[in-house]
């Protein structure tokens, strides 16, 4: 099916994530993590990484989903036109869920089951300087991973439709960027739809490195690295929370010239999603499927 004119992407503005125990989300987001709890609406907990008022959200309401802005009310009119032709459940978000969300108004698109998109204009920006709950030097949400049951179809959604590029592929993990930065999706072949992890970056290798020590000394899993990943040369130290929530801490993702960049097909190995070869267990991060 031919795919509607593209609407363009701001930024990547937040994630919100289902949590069985709200609290015990809540105290890793903060004490483990180094986020600063927000004020949060509707039963929302909401943590800020940056000048903007969240970027993550926990409530507990099954499912996850992550927030896109786009330009304006032109392009979110063109996008819920095009959403509909394409045959992707989306609806208007009311009052109350704009104003959970910090946003003046959103379109939420349903992408598989128990995931959505948040197509938002005009998310809130803090008036009060951000300041961490520990000194994990974090400087902003960086990207998410995604498992995509339907490659093809998600590709194109992110693509054709949300005007994100292709700057990589390690195997068929794909990776999405609509900005300077290398990626802010990632997709990973999966059985099932689903957040694979949430990633802030931090403002030196060191920090990375400083954090890692940190999970270990608070028996925290580390799920993936210390590693570096292949196609971005972004530094990387993933680590599991309460209910199976993965976060990351990231530093020195490349930047692209999206006129000039050609995507790259990195072969279908684990290396190609660490150089420095690191392992997982967590099945989309053990390797690159080919």
Same mark, same amino acid.
């Given at each position: 099916?031919?795919?509607?004119?593209?609407?363009?992407?701001?930024?990547?503005?937040?994630?919100?994530?289902?949590?069985?125990?709200?609290?015990?989300?809540?105290?890793?987001?903060?004490?483990?993590?180094?986020?600063?709890?927000?004020?949060?609406?509707?039963?929302?907990?909401?943590?800020?990484?940056?000048?903007?008022?969240?970027?993550?959200?926990?409530?507990?309401?099954?499912?996850?989903?992550?927030?896109?802005?786009?330009?304006?009310?032109?392009?979110?009119?063109?996008?819920?036109?095009?959403?509909?032709?394409t045959g992707y459940g989306c609806r208007e978000a009311s009052a109350a869920e704009c104003e959970?969300? %910090?946003?003046?108004?959103?379109?939420?698109?349903?992408?598989? +089951?128990?995931?959505?998109?948040? @197509?938002?204009?005009?998310?809130?920006?803090?008036?009060?300087?951000? %300041?961490?709950?520990?000194?994990?030097?974090?400087?902003?949400?960086?990207?998410?991973?995604?498992?995509?049951?339907?490659?093809?179809?998600?590709?194109?959604?992110?693509?054709? @439709?949300?005007?994100?590029?292709?700057?990589?592929?390690?195997?068929?993990?794909?990776?999405?960027?609509?900005?300077?930065?290398?990626?802010?999706?990632?997709?990973?072949?999966? !059985?099932?739809?689903?957040?694979?992890?949430?990633?802030?970056?931090?403002?030196?290798?060191?920090?990375?490195?400083?954090?890692?020590? %940190?999970?270990? +000394?608070?028996?925290?899993?580390? @799920?993936?690295?210390?590693?570096?990943? !292949?196609?971005?040369?972004?530094?990387?130290?993933?680590?599991?929370?309460?209910?199976?929530?993965?976060?990351?801490?990231?530093?020195?993702?490349?930047?692209?010239?999206?006129?000039?960049?050609? !995507?790259?097909? %990195?072969?279908?190995?684990?290396?190609?999603?660490?150089?420095?070869?690191?392992?997982?267990?967590?099945? +989309?991060?053990?390797?690159?499927?080919g």
């Amino acid at each position: 099916m031919a795919m509607p004119n593209p609407i363009r992407i701001v930024q990547l503005c937040y994630v919100r994530l289902g949590t069985d125990d709200l609290e015990a989300s809540a105290r890793f987001a903060t004490e483990i993590v180094g986020l600063q709890r927000g004020e949060g609406r509707g039963g929302d907990v909401v943590f800020r990484s940056d000048a903007r008022a969240h970027t993550l959200a926990l409530s507990t309401e099954r499912g996850a989903s992550l927030g896109v802005e786009l330009e304006d009310e032109a392009a979110l009119e063109a996008a819920a036109g095009a959403l509909e032709q394409t045959g992707y459940g989306c609806r208007e978000a009311s009052a109350a869920e704009c104003e959970r969300r %910090f946003v003046r108004r959103a379109l939420i698109c349903a992408i598989g +089951e128990g995931l959505a998109v948040d @197509l938002v204009l005009r998310p809130a920006v803090s008036g009060r300087r951000y %300041f961490g709950s520990r000194d994990a030097a974090i400087t902003g949400l960086a990207c998410v991973g995604l498992r995509s049951t339907d490659l093809a179809r998600d590709t194109a959604l992110w693509t054709a @439709l949300l005007g994100a590029a292709v700057s990589d592929r390690a195997g068929e993990v794909t990776y999405l960027g609509f900005d300077d930065a290398h990626h802010r999706i990632v997709l990973y072949p999966a !059985a099932r739809p689903g957040i694979v992890y949430v990633t802030y970056a931090v403002e030196s290798f060191d920090a990375v490195m400083q954090s890692h020590y %940190f999970l270990q +000394e608070h028996q925290v899993r580390v @799920l993936h690295g210390p590693g570096r990943e !292949a196609a971005s040369g972004q530094v990387f130290v993933r680590f599991q929370g309460p209910g199976g929530q993965i976060f990351a801490y990231g530093y020195g993702m490349a930047t692209i010239d999206g006129g000039r960049h050609r !995507a790259r097909q %990195f072969a279908a190995e684990p290396g190609s999603l660490c150089a420095w070869g690191s392992t997982s267990e967590v099945p +989309e991060l053990a390797g690159a499927a080919g």
